[in-house]
């Protein structure tokens, strides 16, 4: 039997944390493996961009991927083994993050109607956790943009001091 905590990692609603070894996704969507489709992207690459309508998400194979705000801000950066693009999937249809290959990255793509079917499956109860996760995640994902911006405009602020002080 799966503990709480390792389904919602295979989800991806518990922050970027790299799959345990023991149990990789593949063993989660084994029974629909031939319905993934592998995707090859080169750095530097848009895979997805945040406000898009989310079709799927995906499973590094080989590579880095870096998440993006849709105001450039940078995220997280996820490997080999990690899931990402869920968050459509379990709270709405649109994008919240832009993905960008760090580097050349073979990416497994798990379709949309694989992840629903995987939801429809799952217990109501389980379900209402993963998207209870998913919110939380978003919301900390903003809440990590504001607090940003916020020492971004102290720094502008103390730098025009300093050179209000240099003037002296």
Same mark, same amino acid.
């Given at each position: ?5 390792q389904?919602?990692?295979?989800f /991806?609603?518990?922050?970027a944390?790299?799959?345990?070894k023991? %149990?990789?996704? =593949? !063993?989660? +969507?084994?029974? #629909? ?8 992207f ?13 079709? /799927? ?9 870096? %998440?993006?705000? =849709? !105001?450039? +801000?940078?995220? #997280? ?39 629903d079917?995987?939801f429809n ?6 379900v209402?956790?993963?998207?209870a996760?998913?919110?939380?995640l978003?919301k ?9 911006s916020?020492?971004e ?5 103390m ?10």
């Amino acid at each position: 039997m799966l503990h709480w905590l390792q389904l919602a990692q295979a989800f /991806g609603v518990v922050g970027a944390v790299a799959f345990p070894k023991k %149990l990789k996704f =593949d !063993m989660l +969507f084994s029974t #629909v493996s031939e319905m993934t489709t592998i995707k090859n992207f080169l750095e530097g690459e848009r895979i997805y961009q945040a406000g898009e309508s989310s079709r /799927g998400a995906y499973i590094i194979e080989t590579g880095w991927v870096n %998440l993006y705000t =849709d !105001m450039e +801000f940078h995220l #997280v950066t996820l490997g080999e083994g990690e899931l990402f693009g869920e968050l459509g999937q379990i709270i709405d249809d649109q994008r919240s993050v832009t993905a960008i290959a760090k580097t050349d990255c073979q990416l497994k793509h798990i379709p949309q109607y694989i992840l629903d079917d995987k939801f429809n499956a799952a217990d109501p109860a389980i379900v209402g956790m993963f998207r209870a996760q998913a919110i939380r995640l978003r919301k900390a994902n903003e809440q990590k943009v504001q607090m940003w911006s916020k020492i971004e405009s102290l720094r502008a602020k103390m730098k025009a001091l300093e050179a209000e002080l240099d003037k002296m």
